[in-house]
């Protein structure tokens, strides 16, 4: 959950900072500068902003630096036990060094790395280069959890020699036995196979150390700040600035490019698909299957990309919306061509609110699908998810609709205005979450406006994976009695705020030549449902519980290290809603249909599966072993193909209104088309599709 940035939190980290930038002593290095004064600013801003910061003692030094360490090297298969002891002699000393913006772990912690990838990288290509040998009995832990750090050069060896046996053993499996039509017989590994095998295996660890490499100075640094961030709580995190970018993109939908998706093929960096209504769409030169040869600035020099990853290209083709980029092509037919494109605002559709209509028993009724509450922190005229919501509100009154089915289903949150906006569109006024920071009373973010834009049946879908904001509104329309919720036994469980600290909003009056700093996701608040209690890790509990894949696994903020506690404060004052008469009735006749559904029986025996298989993390690196443990898995699995595809079909349609909409501005509607094909056949909406119409 996170708010607007707040200018007076700014303020008030600014005179502190500054103090703390002008210090006497910094080291003459820029890039150590800049990492220390990010330190000294991460320090103040944890413990005089965070909503329940730790005792800083020496136990949540050692923690700290336990996750330091994770995050270099969470698989173990880098760092040998004399590093970890090498480094270990600071582990007491974590929480001063932050205070003092002392860079040294983390500097010999950065070189290490780097040596020891390039290390790995020369034995996982000497191991590769050798035939590999199925027929000794011996076990590959996959679990990084359950490995141990390597004693010796030679213990790591080995680890990695266990490791590559493991995926081509993968390989060879998908290569041979599913293609074998004789399922009882175990069939030989040919020498061209294995070889064949490791070949493959060798071009995808090559990718995976080119990202790796691809991994700058800043990149690890964020990952040595964040062990600090991560033992606040599991929300709290430091972002470079690259990824703050990242975070606004995922936040809003929306960035300031060409419009063009890329993919990685035979070492060049290729268009594969170019966003309708985007920059490169309008342009009209760019094709799919163009291979970029150079980015070339608007008056700048030229980068030769080839063999350049992704992720380094996009941050050349990304810019300021107004600013020209031109980029040298092969195109299909062998030619070269330089194309320029003014960068734009770029939409990912898929990321905003859209509308569908089903017609159950001859009754048209409403669906509309919200991946996250998105909002621009920054630019008032971008779109926002309550405007949006509104608009598919209006959209399906039109059609004529006699219900509406919110599905928020893997939903991880967002801004918590958005959340306490879209429940005022369906409520007439009043309190629709509380939040509290520590030492402070509770405060009530009210719907002030009297009108509704919906007063019809609803229904909210939720999921394990619906938190957050979609837990705000759920647990708002449950507390009214203005929905039925339905979904598994719990959602995610995150009630918890969070606001973005600008970093170089902080230094705005002081060492600007070492911007940008980046900037910190911090919890400052917890929030509460209007009933004063909150979905702190134990979620919402839906009205009708339907199974999912999860059902038998412990799933959500409860299993996180560092969540915050549950509690509870006084509730709000709020008028239930009273038009909620067959809410019993239809709950009754939905835990009947789901109970006697074999769909739903299905997916309880897939829950209760995958439980059982969760804990079997050793596998067997013997090909007959490893075979005849994959052919039972694959042969109990084919029950579950599907779990969540129904064989019948409520048919869904798109909105008269999206579909002119989309012919106007000359959109591609294949995907529109599949997407609402898909809808038709989801079991779970299906079971909500039945509710809402007990409800009409």
């Not at 103090?19 to 150590?32: A, D, F, W, Y």
């Not at 500068?33 to 991460?42: N, P």
């Not at 880098?78 to 000393?93: A, T």
């Not at 917890?526 to 209690?533: C, F, L, P, Q």
Request: aromatic share 10%.
């Amino acid at each position: 959950m996170n708010k607007k940035p707040l200018r007076s939190l700014a303020s008030l980290v600014v005179t502190s900072f500054i103090l703390i930038s002008c210090m006497p002593g910094s080291t003459s290095n820029k890039v150590q500068q800049r990492e220390k004064l990010i330190m000294q600013i991460t320090y103040s801003a944890l413990f005089t902003q965070h909503l329940q910061p730790p005792v800083a003692n020496t136990e949540l030094s050692q923690r700290i630096f336990l996750k330091a360490v994770e995050n270099f090297d969470v698989s173990k298969k880098f760092f040998l036990k004399s590093d970890i002891d090498e480094f270990s002699k600071q582990k007491s000393n974590m929480l001063k060094m932050l205070q003092d913006g002392d860079v040294s772990l983390f500097e010999k912690m950065y070189q290490r790395i780097l040596q020891r990838i390039k290390e790995a990288e020369e034995t996982a290509n000497s191991l590769l280069n050798e035939p590999i040998k199925f027929s000794k009995k011996e076990f590959y832990e996959t679990d990084d959890d359950r490995q141990t750090f390597a004693k010796n050069a030679k213990d790591l060896q080995e680890n990695w020699r266990k490791y590559l046996k493991y995926r081509v053993l993968v390989r060879l499996y998908e290569s041979i036995d599913t293609s074998t039509a004789d399922q009882q017989n175990i069939p030989e590994i040919t020498g061209q196979a294995e070889q064949e095998a490791r070949k493959k295996e060798r071009e995808q660890l090559k990718e995976w150390f080119d990202m790796l490499r691809d991994m700058d100075r800043n990149d690890w640094f964020g990952l040595f700040i964040n062990a600090y961030s991560q033992n606040f709580d599991p929300h709290t995190e430091y972002y470079p600035p690259q990824r703050q970018e990242d975070f606004e993109i995922e936040m809003t939908g929306q960035f300031e490019g060409i419009g063009a998706q890329l993919v990685n093929r035979d070492g060049f960096v290729t268009i594969e698909r170019i966003v309708p209504g985007s920059a490169s769409w309008r342009q009209g030169e760019l094709e799919e299957g163009d291979k970029i040869l150079r980015v070339t600035q608007e008056n700048g020099e030229a980068t030769d990309v080839v063999g350049m990853s992704i992720q380094k290209v996009v941050k050349l083709i990304r810019g300021k919306k107004g600013t020209k980029v031109t980029l040298t092509v092969r195109k299909a037919d062998g030619s070269r061509r330089d194309i320029t494109i003014v960068r734009d605002v770029v939409e990912m559709e898929a990321t905003f609110a859209r509308s569908a209509v089903a017609e159950y028993n001859g009754v048209k009724l409403g669906y509309i699908r919200l991946p996250k509450f998105y909002v621009d922190f920054y630019k008032e005229t971008n779109r926002n998810c309550a405007q949006d919501m509104r608009m598919e509100v209006e959209r399906l009154k039109k059609e004529g609709i006699a219900g509406i089915i919110i599905d928020l289903r893997s939903n991880g949150g967002g801004t918590l205005e958005g959340a306490v906006d879209i429940a005022g569109l369906f409520i007439p006024s009043g309190p629709v979450v509380q939040v509290k920071a520590t030492g402070q009373p509770a405060r009530v973010l009210s719907d002030r406006d009297p009108s509704l834009v919906y007063d019809g049946p609803l229904v909210v879908m939720v999921n394990h994976f619906s938190a957050s904001a979609s837990e705000i509104f759920a647990a708002a329309m449950q507390d009214y009695g203005r929905a039925l919720i339905i979904g598994p036994s719990h959602t995610f469980g995150k009630g918890t705020v969070q606001n973005m600290i600008d970093y170089d909003r902080a230094v705005s009056f002081g060492n600007r030549d070492l911007k940008p700093l980046g900037s910190l996701k911090i919890t400052i608040q917890k929030y509460y449902r209007i009933n004063g209690g909150t979905p702190q890790l134990k979620g919402v509990t839906p009205d009708i519980v339907i199974p999912d894949q999860y059902s038998y696994i412990d799933f959500g903020e409860r299993e996180l290290k560092n969540a915050i506690a549950y509690s509870e404060i006084a509730p709000a004052t709020y008028t239930r809603w009273t038009q909620n008469s067959t809410f019993s009735s239809a709950i009754e006749k939905a835990k009947k249909r789901i109970a006697e559904n074999p769909k739903f029986q299905l997916m309880d025996s897939y829950a209760r599966w995958l439980a059982n298989n969760k804990e079997k993390s050793s596998v067997s690196l013997k090909w007959e072993e490893y075979i005849t443990t994959q052919r039972r898995l694959k042969e109990e699995s084919k029950r579950y193909k599907d779990v969540y595809v129904s064989t019948d079909s409520i048919p869904f349609v798109i909105p008269t209104s999206t579909v002119a909409e989309l012919t106007q501005k000359g959109d591609d509607q294949r995907e529109w088309k599949k997407w609402v094909g898909d809808l038709s056949r989801d079991v779970q909406l299906q079971e909500a599709i039945r509710v809402l119409y007990d409800l009409k």
